[in-house]
């Protein structure tokens, strides 16, 4: 998955700027992604052409985010480091942003500083 997930970030892109057919993606991802389906990399390819832009890359950037979370918890936690109840605490948390939820299960809040020390946008 990881492969796929990392190939559909360039899709995406191409995909929204009208760069490359769905075809072409579709034959892209087929070189690039070993075992995948055909008709799964076209379905995925016209789901990408109905979300907005960046939907494939919040795959990935989500997917580095728990893979950081997971890290945080497992060096925190040590020789008591469960993994079940990491998953439960993920997925009992609902909809949060991870910089939230890294906050709640680590106290480490870098994140969650940064983002309200940024410049705020242009009127």
């Not at 995406?12 to 995948?36: F, M, N, T």
């Not at 494939?56 to 936690?77: N, P």
């Not at 480091?81 to 939820?101: I, K, N, Q, Y």
Request: aromatic residues 12%; negative net charge; proline residues 4%.
């Amino acid at each position: 998955f990881g492969i796929f997930r990392a190939a559909r970030v360039s899709a995406d892109v191409w995909l929204q700027a009208g760069e490359k057919s769905v075809r072409e993606v579709v034959d892209y991802w087929l070189e690039r992604v070993p075992y995948l389906d055909e008709n799964v990399a076209r379905v995925d390819a016209e789901i990408y052409l109905r979300r907005p832009p960046g939907y494939g890359i919040g795959y990935t950037i989500g997917a580095l985010q728990v893979q950081r979370l997971l890290a945080d918890v497992k060096r925190q936690r040590g020789e008591v480091f469960s993994l079940r109840e990491f998953h439960d605490t993920l997925m009992d948390s609902g909809r949060l942003p991870l910089s939230l939820l890294r906050w709640e299960m680590t106290g480490l809040d870098d994140e969650v500083r940064a983002f309200w020390q940024r410049e705020s946008m242009p009127d």
